[in-house]
């Protein structure tokens, strides 16, 4: 029984050491290139460590003046995400508490779906031009709306789920003590789905920081670009700079990551202090 409790244990560690390599490998490459020279970068064979540390790659992206995508990214993500958990919670609560005629939840709720699978570009053509003609075209407000394809769907999907798990009883019984349909949601409802708000909050967050097509599409300026199309800008029809890409990839990920590493300490507390 040992031996065999031995096998699993080391086996288990195994499985664990790969998906690390797997998931870590990608990031610690992407860190290291970017700390590399122009040369080393395409020696024939890579180098798993730098031969000589230089931060000139990084001195190069913000010489050319990211910050203002940065902002545009971080605004538009912030904006986008908001709208989407705002009308995502609201639209799943009227979904899992009240009961349509035609089974109108089902059908809407695959009508959904249904626009989340279509290709983007079939609704970028519209639109556009429906954009075009509202001035929206060229703003931050205009991605923040058009982003709500991609964010707004998955939201509502997910959300549905964690409202489902709410026990209508605690609504009930504060219906019975006078308090308000908003009250019941804004004080019992979403504190209580606080942890699923918050997880697809991230997961919003994510798409909307790394979408491309449609800030390709509807960004004209420079100055409103997000991060994404200002990344592909290092890849050009003659060459590729491969220490300057690597190095906005990796600045690229830290907001996400923080993010990332603020909820998850969140939940972790809000959940031990739920057991205690």
Same mark, same amino acid.
């Given at each position: 029984?040992?031996?065999?409790?031995?096998?699993?244990?080391?086996?288990? %560690?195994?499985?664990?050491?790969?998906?690390?390599?797997?998931?870590?490998?990608?990031?610690?490459?992407?860190?290291?290139?970017?700390?590399?020279?122009?040369?080393?970068?395409?020696?024939?064979?890579?180098?798993?460590?730098?031969?000589?540390?230089?931060?000139?790659?990084?001195?190069?992206?913000?010489?050319?003046?990211?910050?203002?995508?940065?902002?545009?990214?971080?605004?538009?993500?912030?904006?986008?995400?908001?709208?989407?958990?705002?009308? %995502?919670?609201?639209?799943?609560?009227?979904?899992?508490?009240?009961?349509?005629?035609?089974?109108?939840?089902?059908?809407?709720?695959?009508?959904?779906?249904?626009?989340?699978?279509?290709?983007?570009?079939?609704?970028?053509?519209?639109?556009?031009?429906?954009?075009?003609?509202?001035?929206?075209?060229?703003?931050?407000?205009?991605?923040?709306?058009?982003?709500?394809?991609?964010?707004?769907?998955?939201?509502?999907?997910?959300?549905?789920?964690?409202?489902?798990?709410?026990?209508?009883?605690?609504?009930?019984?504060?219906?019975?003590?006078?308090?308000?349909?908003?009250?019941?949601?804004?004080?019992?409802?979403?504190?209580?789905?606080?942890?699923?708000?918050?997880?697809?909050?991230?997961?919003?967050?994510?798409?909307?920081?790394?979408?491309?097509?449609?800030?390709?599409?509807?960004?004209?300026?420079?100055?409103?670009?997000?991060?994404?199309?200002?990344?592909?800008?290092?890849?050009?029809?003659?060459?590729?700079?491969?220490?300057?890409?690597?190095?906005?990839?990796?600045?690229?990920?830290?907001?996400?990551?923080?993010?990332?590493?603020?909820?998850?300490?969140?939940?972790?507390?809000?959940?031990?202090?739920?057991?205690?």
């Amino acid at each position: 029984m040992t031996a065999t409790r031995r096998s699993v244990s080391v086996l288990r %560690g195994v499985v664990i050491t790969l998906v690390l390599l797997v998931t870590v490998f990608p990031l610690y490459w992407i860190a290291i290139t970017s700390l590399k020279g122009p040369r080393e970068v395409v020696l024939q064979i890579p180098t798993l460590f730098p031969q000589v540390l230089t931060l000139r790659n990084y001195q190069t992206v913000l010489e050319a003046r990211v910050g203002g995508n940065f902002l545009n990214s971080l605004l538009v993500t912030a904006g986008s995400t908001v709208l989407s958990i705002y009308l %995502g919670f609201t639209a799943a609560y009227a979904i899992v508490r009240h009961r349509f005629r035609w089974n109108f939840n089902g059908i809407f709720l695959v009508w959904i779906l249904v626009v989340k699978i279509l290709p983007p570009i079939v609704l970028a053509v519209p639109l556009y031009e429906l954009f075009l003609g509202m001035g929206l075209v060229n703003s931050r407000l205009g991605l923040i709306f058009v982003y709500q394809v991609y964010t707004l769907p998955y939201a509502l999907w997910i959300l549905v789920g964690f409202l489902r798990s709410v026990p209508i009883e605690i609504e009930e019984a504060a219906r019975i003590d006078g308090a308000s349909p908003g009250q019941i949601v804004a004080l019992i409802v979403a504190p209580l789905s606080a942890g699923g708000i918050a997880a697809t909050s991230v997961f919003t967050a994510i798409m909307a920081w790394d979408e491309f097509l449609f800030a390709l599409l509807f960004t004209r300026r420079p100055r409103m670009f997000t991060v994404p199309l200002r990344i592909v800008n290092y890849i050009t029809e003659y060459e590729t700079e491969w220490g300057s890409l690597m190095a906005i990839g990796l600045l690229a990920s830290v907001p996400l990551l923080l993010l990332t590493a603020f909820v998850y300490e969140r939940l972790t507390t809000d959940f031990a202090a739920s057991l205690k």
